[in-house]
Each structure stands twice: as structure tokens, then as C-alpha cells.
């Protein structure tokens, strides 16, 4: 679209002008003549033998195919990010997703490769974890099926590593400029990519054995293989870039050490306070939160192959996961692959539509269920959905020895609270039942960062423990120190995360050096 020559010569048709320009398109009635076709997934009951990505990629001439479904449409809705009712409807990082749809198309896959790395530090990770919020939003979604805008930049991303497009790229001068970052997650990633890209001294501190964050241990080895984490990682070390693991900044390390010998530091540590369920018997010997269950799993696979005794194994016990979102369908195809005899997922909320409803319109985020790939596997092995709605946990029930050994559980319904008129979800008198439980996880989302590292800087907490800053201001209330990321905006996504990772990292730079001219 942009690269007339390359347009031209493939036989394109004028479809209008901006600012004296015109706009082409090379396939305009490709969303037509061409179905969406995705990548074959490997059968539920043959993909839980291992913890293997699952997915096969289409061939790359079938992939054109589907950049050529790109409408180019007069007000892309894919790429601009916004909220729409308290969700987000398109892409954070403003991705030009039609510009490289397009491209793709053609076969112009280094120049398509360029345009999207002009807005995304990390299309690997968000081809894989991303909820698509892009193709929610895509005008082909109206009436029909939408692009498949996270396949192609999968296509993208993976032939510009296969082809040396993505190889190190180090700055040709370095300002003089140290900055530390503090969590490797996609945020601290993001603002060291960023930082580093400019010139500046940029070194990462994360607390575990390795680097990555939520990308390493939160998210299960099936939606990202940690080979291609540390793909991305070699390219940034070659680039300039220094790690440093098992540093815990705030517990182990000196705060104000740490800001004596830099000129700036970038608070990312996520929002890692999970939320607890306060119910009797709290403290039996088998309830974990979902991401300790979720990191053993994977640090055990990625130390010894998953041997047995070194990590929280779900094998042959009843599993409850309390929680119904990403989190706690991770949880579900984890316990599966551990051969957990079975396997129930609480959700307080009522089942969602099948399809949009008249008052959830495009492009608002479609408020539909969604059966994932954990629920897939559960319903391939055991028969039936894990999933029990308008449900919570009453009590846990322990042996004498304290073990687990069942959950009271009773049904919910909601009402509107007379002092607040706000609508919550409330027990059902008489509705308890109970069910057998050896091990209960808990995915109920996080209440914030943890207050250790903030303490350590003496920065300030906002009323949702997040690190308080100024509307639109990733400045905290301490000389030289920013922060970014879920620490800053509470528990999101990751595209959000890469997003105030090269925002925060503008802010930076230009505090530094009196501008900034990164994207």
C-alpha cells in the first residue's frame, strides 16, 4: 500500500486519496473471494501429551491469502486502540495492520517485517498471547469472519527471524546515559528495548532465575515455548542490553545503591499481589494460587524435563480452579497434562451469550463465551465443560491431618446492594453442595503490585496498590524514578504492557536528554 512500485507491478485498483496520495489496494475484493483459514490445531486428546506450542502455521502462499481479506477500510478500527465500555477494542500499540496485511499479501514480507516492528518491540509474543484484540475490531468482523491479523504477524515475525531480518541491530552511538529497569516482564523488556535502541546504558533486574516475568512463568510452555523468549533475549544482549537475574531490588539489593550509579530507573515489576479466598479452612495443606502452581510447572519443565517431586503436580487428584478467565483455563490444561483425575473451573459470573447481544455492538469487544483450549481438552478427556457458573468456594474442608479433601461450594446470584446500588453477586441460601478436592487453585485475578519494591524506593501507592503517578504521567512522586507496565495500570494485558513500556520509555529519554525522538 505504501511501496507504489511493489503495488503497481502486481496490478492494483485506486480506491481514493488522502492528502493529495492515493490509496491502493492490491486485492480489494480479497474478503470475498477468499474464507478466513487458520492454523490446524493438533487434536485435544494428541496436544496434552506434551507442552508443545500445538498449532500448524499455514503455508506461506496460504497465508497471502489471507492478507488479501484485509478490506483496507476507510477508518481501520484494527489499529487504533481505545476503550469502548471499559474494554478495549483494537490494537494498543496502534500496529498498521492493514499497511502489513497488505504487504503480506503481495509478498513483500521484509518490508511488511519493517512496518511492524516500526510500532511492536515483540510480535512474537503477542501472535501467541494476544487476545486479538485487532481482529475484534476488524470492519471484516461486522458481517462475516475477521482478518487473521494475529496469524499473519505470526508469518510476519517468524519469517524475518528464518530470513535475518530480526537479527542484532546494536545503536551506532551511546549517550553516556545509564538506566536501570526493574522486572523483565513485557513492560521492563519493552523500555529496555526502547532505551537501548536510542543509545542509553540500559540494565535489567529481575528477581527470578530468569528473565521474562509473566512471559517466562506465568504463561504456560503451550501458548509460548521459552525458546522464543530467549530467541529475543539473545538479540537484545547482542544489541547492548544486560540482564542480571536473582537480583530482588528492595530485599536483597540497595535501593538508593541502585539510584546513585544510574541517571534513571523504571519501576516494571507487574501486579503480582494475587487475590486470596477468604473462607474457612483457608489454611488446609492443597490450595495454591494459580500462579505459584503455574511457575513450578513451568521452572520444573525448563530445570528437569518436569521430573517428579519438583513441582506442584496435579496428577491423579481431583483439581477445583477457581476462576474463569485466562489464568485459570491456563491452570486447566496444565492439570491435564499432569493426568489430574479431574478437573472443575468456578466462575461467579453467569454464563456469557453464545453470540453478541443487541447492546454489545461492533467494535465493541465481543462479550461472548469462549471455550479455550484448556476447556477443549477437558471436554476431549473427561466428556463434559469444567466450567460451573454463578459458583464459589463457602468453605474448604480438611482432614486431621489438614489435608484437603473437600470444597463446600454454593451458587451465586446477583442483586443490587440497597446502600450502593451497585449490582454484586450473592450466595443462594440453602444452595450448598459439596464435591471431593485434593488440590484447589486459585486464579482470581491480583489486587496490585507488591508494596516491597516500592517501599524500597519510597514512591507512592494509589488506592488500588499500583504505583501512583500523575493522569497520563509514568513519573512517580521520587526523583529519576518511573514506572510502567501492571504495576502502573493494575492487572492487564500484554500488548497493554509493551504499550507503557515504549511510552515510559519516551518519557525517559526525554528527561535525559530535553527530547525524544523514539516512536
Partial sequence: MRLQSDVHSRGTH????FDGKEIRMGKPTGFLEYERKEAKAVSPKERIKNFNEFHTPLTREEQQRQGARCMDCGVPFCQFGMNIKGMTSGCPLNNLVPEWNDLVYHGNWEQAYLRLHKTSNFP????RVCPALCEKACTCGLNGEPVSTKANEMAIIEYAYANGLAGPKPPKTR??????????????????????????????????DRIGGLLRYGIPNMKLEKQIIDRK????????VTFVTNADIGKDAKSKKLLEGVDAVVLACGASHPRDIQAPGRDAAGIYFAVDFLTSTTKSLLDNGLKEGTFISAKGKDVIVIGGGDTGNDCVGTCIRHGCKSITQLEMMPK?????????????????????????????????????????????????KGNLTKVVLTSLESQVDEKTGRRMMVPVEGSEREIQADLVLIAAGFLGSQSYVADAFGVQLNARTNVDTEPGSYRTSVDKVFTAGDMHRGQSLVVWAIREGREVARAVDKSLMGYSNLA
Fill in 124 to 127: 512474537e509474543f503477542t501472535c
Fill in 233 to 240: 533475549l539473545a538479540v537484545m544482549e547482542a544489541e547492548g
Fill in 175 to 208: 549517550t553516556g546515559k545509564k538506566v536501570a529497569v526493574v522486572g523483565s516482564g513485557p513492560a521492563g523488556l519493552a523500555v529496555a528495548d526502547q532505551l537501548n535502541m536510542r543509545g542509553h546504558l540500559v540494565t535489567v533486574f529481575e528477581r527470578h
Fill in 352 to 400: 456469557a451469550p453464545d453470540e453478541r447481544a443487541e447492546n454489545n455492538p461492533w467494535p465493541q469487544w465481543p462479550m461472548v463465551c469462549k471455550t479455550d483450549y484448556g476447556q477443549e481438552e477437558a471436554i476431549a478427556v473427561f466428556g463434559h465443560d469444567p466450567r460451573i457458573y454463578t459458583t464459589t468456594v463457602k468453605e474448604f474442608i480438611k482432614d486431621k
Fill in 14 to 17: 485506486h480506491i481514493g486519496s
